[in-house]
C-alpha cells in the first residue's frame, strides 16, 4: 500500500534560516507527490507539487524535487519568515486510486523572529 | 467564496448522539472526499464520491458512520452514536477528475467534533 514518512516536528528555525524537511514514499506505479501546508486556524492548502521522476516543485521560495531512485521528496527553502510557521503535510497520490491523497503525519515549523 | 465549505465548524455531543455534517464543494468539482485528522496527525481518508456515486471507503469507516452525495453536489457525513474516540477533524475536499485529473485536492477548513 502507498505510505508517507516525514520528519517529526517541531522544526524551532530562527528567520532568515535555511529549511529541510524530509519526506521518504512508499506507493505503487507512479504517484504524484505533494506538499500541502495549513496556517493556523486554515484549511490544508498546496504548497507545491511534482508529477513525475525529476520534476521539482516550488511556490512561495520553497521547493521539493521527486526523487524516484531515493524516493524522497524533501521540502526545503533558502530563507524562512516568520509567516511561514505552519504544520507542513507531505502527500502522494496515484491516479489510478481515486486520486485520494495519502498524508505524512505532519511537521510543525516555528520560524522566530 | 467559493472554496470548499462545511457546516458546522464545530460540534460538541455527548457519547451517544448522533451527528451530522454537511459539505459543499467547489461547484464545478465531481469527486467529493471526506477525511478524518485527529491532533498531531496528517489527515486519514475516509471515503470519497465521484458524482453521487461512493466509489470507496476506508476500513476506518466504521459501520456507524455513514456518507451520502444525493444529487452529486454537497455531501453530508452522519456518525451515529458516537463514542469519544470519534473526536476529531472531519475534512471535506473536492476535486476535478476523469480527465480533468490533476491530484490537486481543494480542502475545507473542517468540521471539529467533541465527543464528551
Known amino acids: 500500500g502507498n505510505s508517507v514518512t516525514q520528519m517529526e516536528g517541531p522544526v524551532t528555525l530562527s528567520e532568515e534560516a535555511f529549511l529541510t524537511i524530509n519526506c521518504t514514499y512508499t506507493a505503487t506505479g507512479y504517484p504524484s507527490l505533494f506538499w500541502y501546508v495549513q496556517y493556523p486556524g486554515e484549511g490544508l492548502q498546496l504548497l507545491l507539487k511534482a508529477t513525475k521522476a525529476d520534476d521539482k516543485g516550488s511556490n512561495k521560495g520553497f521547493e521539493a524535487t521527486y526523487r524516484k531512485e531515493t524516493t524522497s521528496f524533501h521540502l526545503e527553502k533558502g530563507s524562512v519568515q516568520v509567516s511561514d510557521s505552519a504544520v507542513y503535510f507531505c502527500?502522494?497520490?496515484?491516479?489510478?486510486?481515486?486520486?485520494?491523497?495519502?498524508f505524512g503525519g505532519g511537521t510543525r515549523l516555528m520560524v522566530k523572529p | 467564496d467559493t472554496g470548499v465549505s462545511q457546516d458546522p465548524r464545530h460540534k460538541i455531543t455527548k457519547r451517544g448522539q448522533n451527528v451530522t455534517f454537511r459539505c459543499d464543494p467547489i461547484?464545478?468539482?465531481?469527486?467529493l472526499y471526506w477525511y478524518r485528522q485527529t491532533l498531531g496527525q496528517g489527515p486519514e481518508f475516509l471515503t470519497y464520491f465521484q458524482n453521487e456515486a461512493q466509489l470507496e471507503k476506508s476500513r476506518l469507516l466504521s459501520d456507524r458512520f455513514s456518507a451520502e452525495r444525493p444529487k452529486g453536489s454537497f455531501s453530508t457525513l452522519e456518525i451515529q452514536r458516537t463514542e469519544q474516540g470519534d473526536s476529531a477533524m472531519y475534512l471535506c475536499?473536492?476535486?476535478?477528475?476523469?480527465?480533468?485529473?490533476?491530484?490537486?485536492?481543494?480542502f475545507g477548513e473542517g468540521s471539529r467534533l467533541t465527543v464528551l
Open positions: 461547484s464545478e468539482h465531481n469527486r
Open positions: 475536499a473536492s476535486s476535478l477528475g476523469q480527465g480533468a485529473y490533476t491530484g490537486e485536492l481543494f
Open positions: 502527500a502522494l497520490s496515484n491516479y489510478n486510486a481515486g486520486n485520494m491523497l495519502t
